[in-house]
């Protein structure tokens, strides 16, 4: 049961299979077709620019007729194609014929079978309920024969499928061959179209090539007819040039010939005439190159020296250049220097101004503090005068005291000139002996020597105006500066004079090289050069200069009167001789030789001078010392002896006195006891009485 | 080195002048300049001697390489030529070597990648699943990857071991609860391999057998659905690919409707060709879904199942597209209700250059429906509607609209039962118009 109605089925499977392989088989065919045609196609894309080659080149020849057999060609191949398209399209539209058929055919005879198969179920239901065997058997044999009938029915229809299948199957491989046939025309078509129109461009070629040979061949026959032509003319004329030509030729070889003849005669002459004159200039030109020989050599030398000195000076500027660049750094130095000094210098002056107005102000301070000095001192004198003379008045009453009472003698006062006095004393007042004068002499030289230096002018007047003091004091002294003054206008007349006789006379002090230097020069300016020689040979200075000339001129006194003493000499001799007469020349050796002797103990004593003269200036304190004394003497050594005599007298005395105001309490107590024992005696006297 | 007799070879020398030559040249009677070989190419022997462990080439002059590409050993290993070796005679000589027929034309006249493709296109070819490893094909990535534009696979081999149940598989084919159990059918995955390929542009694929004889089975010749699943996700993820071509491969509706999924608003795809497959109605709609959503310019679905409902929805795509330019329905079983539909939708489209509507059983109101098209559309080219029985209505409508047209350059209407002086007539237009342009 199961069997059959799967017949169907399997009946209806083949026949799709077969369908199937068909419409594959008509797929590769048409695959197949399908390939040439695009082989075609690129053919015929390939043709096309030959055509149109053909076509350019020959417009007129067959451009239709390749167009029209290319059209034709390809509509042949593709004809079979297109009919092949027809053949397939038809052949699925029967296919589906077939497969409606079939389906109906198949659907009807599984209705007929379900009818029948349904008949026979009932058959069975009808011979269940049969019970009679026989009837049994009949109606059994009646069902076998129903089965038998459906089955055939079913065998035929596998048959007639399975038929139809091998039908399909052959069709299928006819299609194949027919296909394969197809495509064999196909491609011999195709190959018949490639032949036809390789052929065709051929044959169009082969016109092309006809027609243009045709045309070269009319060209060729022309042209080389015309070029014939043209050469016979061409020949021709060079023929006829040919001939003129050797004419020509003829006639003038005989002239040459002759020309040849003259020429040659001619050369001969002037060959010979060109040989002297060869020589000739030969020697010439050995007596040029000999000169220029020379010259050369010449030049050579020159050119020689020329680069030696060109050598030369390129050192020497080379040098000079160095040189000027060192001149140049040095000048740059120089100024560098320069300034620097002018600003050093500047500084110094800045700083010079300075210090002197540090200087005045000192001075000033100085001043001040000497006359607040001076004021405070006056006071103190005063105050301890004071006191002193009241002391001493106290003493002098003492011992008045002592003389009168003590001693019971008449008291004299002593004599005391200085209680008059009152203030600071001044010195010369009290001591002016001859050392106090000399002393102040040479306090006067000193003075005058400041004056005559004039350094430090304010100082100098200071001294000046204390010296003026003094010399109020001393009338002498201030004659003898008068003097002084006086001679130094003298000078610079005497002192000239002295100074030529100094250079002459001491002319071997001067050094023997100055001399023979100084020989061409004028004898003022000889004696110049050669006293600033001496000078500092003695160890003068400038300053001691007229100083040196006044000796000069004294010691010609002195020589006469050599015993007196220097100062006082210098200050009497120089008032009387004011006559300027010059010292003998014998004696100027000896006479320097004291002055400098002189000079350096003067310089000794006015370096002493100058640090007492700053005592001076303050106080002269050796005065004071004898005043003070003076004041202290008032009591003589004997009086104090005798003081001594009266004290001790007198601490015995008074020790005598205390002993006895020490007695006398006791005394006063023994008197009042011996009132109260009297008193008691009276008492008991009277007590017992 | 024996001196032999005095010989030809050095031509040079007289008598008198061979005490002098013998001084310069060795006394090999034989030796010449000529024969000895320069240092440079010396070196450069010996460069080509040891290129696979040292493969020098980029600092070479033209003339070197000219020079290595000549004689350089074609048995050498890809992965040291291939990205070192640049196109020329080398890569010639390796196809010559094992091609005999090599049209490098096809090829953009580059030899290098004529040998990759078919380097490659041979390995995938030969590539059984399960047996041969993934990695031979993943290898060839790295080294093809630059120079593979195209890639045209004839066949696909299928696993070696058959199901068990081949029987029974056979007896409920193509139903797909079979199809996804068991040890499958299933071809080369296309996954690994096109995300790979970057320059891949187009890819022409047939499931098939090539030279099966005795063994064959319906199974080598179709894609399962698995292979379906798998191609469309490579398709996609291929983003340069510009042609697709999956012909004769057994394309069903549900499959053709799982590629077109995959390939929607693809970047880049232009030309689509399902010839000689099996795609029915609910596949064509899927197509005319992807009309409209990418930017097909070619599309070819000849030889199929298509029948009106279908070229219906196509047609219906039509109206609306503005990019393609060729549509080829050749051989499919559109009749009038397709065809009247298809020339309705083309008096809106003006972007149709080329429509192929051969052997589709179309008659005579297909055909007043296309002569109003060819009335007032000057866009399209060519026009086939041969093996079709448009009857004498028809040619007489076409003839009227072919004398007022002037774009039409080609008009198949071979077999379609027209008057012999109509199809003359307008034979004659259409090559009036091809002369004209």
């Known amino acids: 049961m199961e069997e059959v109605e799967k017949d169907p089925e399997e009946a209806s499977e083949p026949s799709v299979v077969s369908e199937n392989q068909e419409a594959n088989s008509g797929v590769s065919t048409q695959e197949a077709e399908e390939d040439p045609t695009v082989e075609v196609k690129e053919e015929s894309q390939e043709n096309c620019p030959e055509e149109d080659e053909v076509e350019g080149s020959e417009k007129l020849i067959t451009p239709q007729r390749i167009i029209d057999l290319q059209r034709d060609l390809s509509a042949l191949v593709t004809n079979i194609q297109t009919a092949a398209d027809a053949k397939e399209s038809m052949r699925r539209t029967e296919l589906e014929e077939a497969r409606r058929l079939r389906l109906e055919r198949l659907e009807n005879d599984a209705k007929s079978s379900q009818e029948r198969f349904e008949e026979i179920t009932r058959g069975w239901s009808i011979a269940k309920q049969k ?76 016109q092309m090539e006809r027609v243009y040979q045709h045309e070269t061949d009319v060209l060729l026959t022309k042209y080389k007819s015309e070029w014939e032509q043209y050469m016979k003319e061409l020949l021709d004329i060079e023929g006829e040039r040919l001939t003129q030509r050797k004419e020509k030729v003829e006639e003038y070889e005989t002239i040459i010939h ?105 001075q000033k301070k100085i001043k001040h503090f000497a006359a607040a000095d001076v004021k405070k001192f006056e006071e103190m004198w005063l105050m301890i005068e004071a006191e002193v003379k009241q002391l001493v008045e106290r003493v002098l009453v003492i011992e008045s005291l002592i003389y009168k009472q003590h ?48 350094v430090g002018p304010q100082l100098e007047a200071d001294t000046e105006s204390m010296d003026m003091e003094t010399h109020r004091e001393g009338r002498e002294a201030q004659s003898e500066s008068g003097a002084e003054v006086d001679e130094g206008k003298l000078m610079t007349e005497t002192v000239k004079k002295v100074m030529e006789l100094l250079c002459d006379e001491a002319g071997f002090l001067v050094e023997e090289k100055l001399l023979s230097l100084l020989a061409p020069l004028e004898k003022e300016e000889q004696t110049v ?133 020490e007695l006398i309490p006791e005394t006063e107590d023994l008197e009042q006891q011996n009132e109260e024992l009297r008193l008691m005696l009276q008492q008991l006297l009277t007590s017992t009485l | 080195m024996p001196r032999s007799t005095y010989s030809p070879g050095s031509k040079l020398n007289p008598v008198e002048d061979y005490s002098k030559m013998r001084r310069i040249i060795a006394e090999d009677p034989n030796w010449s300049l000529i024969i000895v070989p320069s ?27 000219h020079f290595v590409h000549e004689r350089l050993s074609t048995s050498l290993p890809l992965r040291v030529t291939a990205n070192l070796i640049s196109d020329g005679v080398y890569w010639k000589r390796c196809c010559e070597q094992r091609w005999d027929l090599c049209d490098f034309s096809h090829y953009g006249h580059s030899w290098k990648r004529l040998f ?106 179709e894609m399962t659905n698995r292979d379906c699943e798998s191609l ?29 999924k995959h390939l ?122 041969s093996c079709n029985n448009l009857g004498v209505d028809g040619g007489k409508a076409l003839e009227e609209a072919m004398s007022h047209n002037s774009s039409i350059t080609e008009c198949d209407i071979r077999l379609t039962e027209v008057d012999e002086k109509r199809v003359a007539f307008i034979n004659q237009v259409v090559w009036n118009n091809q002369k004209a342009k």
């Open chain 1, 131 to 206: 019970l009679i065997p026989q009837e049994l058997q009949e109606a059994l044999n009646n069902q076998q024969q129903l089965w038998a009938v459906l089955l055939e029915d079913k065998k035929k229809l596998i048959s007639d499928l399975q038929q139809e299948l091998k039908a399909g199957d052959d069709r299928y491989v006819k299609d194949l061959r027919k296909q394969a046939e197809e495509l064999d025309l196909m491609m011999e078509r195709m190959e018949d179209q490639i032949k036809t129109l390789t052929k065709a461009y051929r044959e169009e070629l082969a």
């Open chain 1, 258 to 362: 002759h020309l040849i003849l003259e020429t040659s005669d001619k050369d001969s002459i002037i060959s010979i005439e060109q040989n002297e004159k060869f020589q000739v200039q030969e020697r010439e030109l050995q007596q040029i190159k000999g000169t220029s020989m020379v010259a050369k050599l010449k030049e050579i030398k020159h050119e020689d020296d020329l680069l030696r000195n060109k050598f030369n000076l390129a050192h020497m500027k080379s040098r000079i250049i160095s040189l000027r660049t060192d001149m140049k750094n040095l000048v740059e130095k120089y100024r560098s220097q320069e300034k620097q000094f002018t600003k050093r210098n500047q500084y110094l002056s800045d700083d010079y101004k300075r210090n002197i107005q540090q200087y005045e102000c000192i």
């Open chain 1, 407 to 454: 001693l019971g003698l008449a008291w004299e006062r002593p004599p005391m000139p200085f209680m008059e006095h009152s203030g600071p004393i001044q010195p010369q007042k009290q001591a002016c002996g001859p050392d106090r004068q000399a002393e102040s002499q040479l306090f006067e030289t000193g003075s005058q020597r400041m004056m005559d230096a004039s």
């Open chain 1, 529 to 661: 050069v050669k006293l600033a020689s001496l000078l500092t040979s003695f160890g003068i200075e400038e300053e001691d200069l007229p100083m040196l000339a006044h000796f000069l001129i004294k010691s010609k006194h002195q020589q006469r009167e050599p015993t007196e003493d220097v100062c006082v000499e210098f200050g009497e001799e120089a008032e009387t001789n004011l006559t300027s007469e010059l010292i003998d020349p014998k004696h100027v050796v000896p006479a320097l030789k004291h002055f400098l002797e002189q000079l350096t103990r003067s310089r000794r004593s006015s370096a002493h001078q100058h640090f007492s003269f700053q005592h001076v200036e303050a106080r002269d304190a050796s005065g004071d010392e004898g005043y003070w004394e003076s004041m202290g003497n008032v009591i003589s050594e004997d009086k104090l002896k005798l003081w001594d005599a009266a004290e001790r007298t007198l601490t015995q005395y008074h020790a005598v006195l205390t002993e006895i105001s």
């Open chain 2, 39 to 65: 240092l440079s190419n010396l070196c450069l022997q010996s460069i080509m001697k040891n290129f696979e462990k040292k493969p020098i080439f980029e600092d070479l002059t033209p003339i070197q390489k």
């Open chain 2, 116 to 221: 990759f493709e078919r380097h490659l296109e041979n390995i995938i070819e030969l590539f059984i699943p399960d047996v041969t490893e993934t990695k031979t094909v993943l290898a060839m990535v790295p080294l093809c990857r630059n120079y593979v534009k195209r890639l045209d696979i004839s066949q696909l081999l299928p696993p070696v071991k058959e199901p068990q149940e081949e029987e029974v598989e056979y007896g409920s084919e193509l139903t797909i609860d079979n199809e996804y159990d068991g040890p499958s059918m299933d071809h080369f995955d296309f996954n690994i391999l096109l995300n790979k390929l970057t320059n891949l542009e187009e890819l022409h694929l047939v499931y098939r057998v090539k030279q099966c004889g005795m063994n064959f089975e319906w199974k080598m010749f």
């Open chain 2, 232 to 260: 469309a996700k490579a398709l996609k993820s291929c983003k340069t690919l510009k042609l697709l071509r999956l012909h004769q491969s057994h394309i069903e509706d549900q499959q053709c409707r799982v590629l077109v």
């Open chain 2, 264 to 385: 929607l608003d693809h970047p880049s795809l232009r030309e689509l060709n399902f010839s000689h497959n099996l795609i029915g109605d609910r596949g064509a709609r899927a197509i005319g879904k992807l009309l409209n959503r990418s930017k097909l310019e070619i599309l070819n679905i000849s030889d199929n199942n298509i029948t009106g409902p279908g070229a219906k929805a196509i047609a219906n795509a039509l109206s609306k597209n503005s990019t393609l330019l060729s549509l080829n329905l050749r051989l499919n079983r559109l009749r009038d209700e397709g065809g009247e539909a298809i020339g309705k939708a083309l008096l809106s489209n003006n972007v149709l250059h080329h429509l192929h509507l051969g052997a589709n059983e179309v008659t005579t109101p297909t055909a007043i429906a296309l002569s109003k098209v060819l009335f007032q559309n000057s866009t399209l080219r060519s026009i086939n509607l």
